[in-house]
């Protein structure tokens, strides 16, 4: 394509670095579709098509004084995103409202504050703060991206912060161990019931 002819007083053919562009008419806006490999096998359900405008003189249009411009700008799937980004937030939003009810149920009744029960307030209490950290991150992403871009690659928690959650992951281990404990002490009990009653 790229050479081949072209008529006198029209663009050339060009290379845009994402693909080729045949000779055009002056005054004239050529389309042609998206490629394929910007989307990573994924492409939009509907075909999108790039644009590239030749000038007067027979010169491809070239944005602020420098280099040809191609405007690849309706290839965009950031509609798509945004999409999946509200709903994101729409479904840990209904976890945060379901989870915040069952946490408060655990926590006001004291018959539940046994261990058993305390591995399931774990549970949900880490879901819920999952959920939260979630939400706010889609917020992030959809209104303040530039804050995301900031936060260092090398980004650790505050030491404070680590010996409290390392602090919580050993209350609940010993939990766990409790509650496995007990289910084998009940498994135990209900083999010796039955070797009675065979016997």
């Not at 492409?43 to 405007?71: I, L, M, V």
């Amino acid at each position: 394509m790229l050479t081949a002819s072209w008529p006198p007083g029209s663009c050339p053919n060009t290379w845009d670095g994402w693909q080729c562009w045949p000779a055009t008419l002056s005054d004239t806006e050529i389309k042609r579709p998206c490629p394929s490999y910007i989307y990573h096998g994924k492409g939009p359900s509907c075909a999108k098509e790039a644009s590239k405008r030749c000038q007067n003189a027979g010169h491809w249009y070239r944005r602020e004084g420098k280099q040809e411009w191609s405007n690849y700008s309706s290839c965009s799937v950031e509609e798509n995103i945004h999409r999946r980004l509200y709903v994101h937030i729409a479904a840990y939003s209904i976890s945060v409202a379901a989870l915040f009810p069952a946490l408060c149920i655990f926590i006001s009744y004291k018959q539940l504050r046994v261990h058993r029960i305390t591995l399931h307030k774990h549970l949900f209490l880490s879901l819920l703060l999952e959920a939260l950290g979630v939400i706010i991150f889609r917020l992030l992403q959809l209104y303040k991206n530039d804050v995301i871009q900031q936060i260092p690659v090398d980004f650790s928690l505050p030491a404070g912060l680590t010996k409290v959650l390392a602090g919580f992951s050993e209350e609940t281990l010993q939990t766990l161990s409790l509650v496995v404990s007990s289910f084998k002490k009940r498994i135990g009990r209900s083999v010796t019931l039955r070797e009675d009653s065979v016997v």
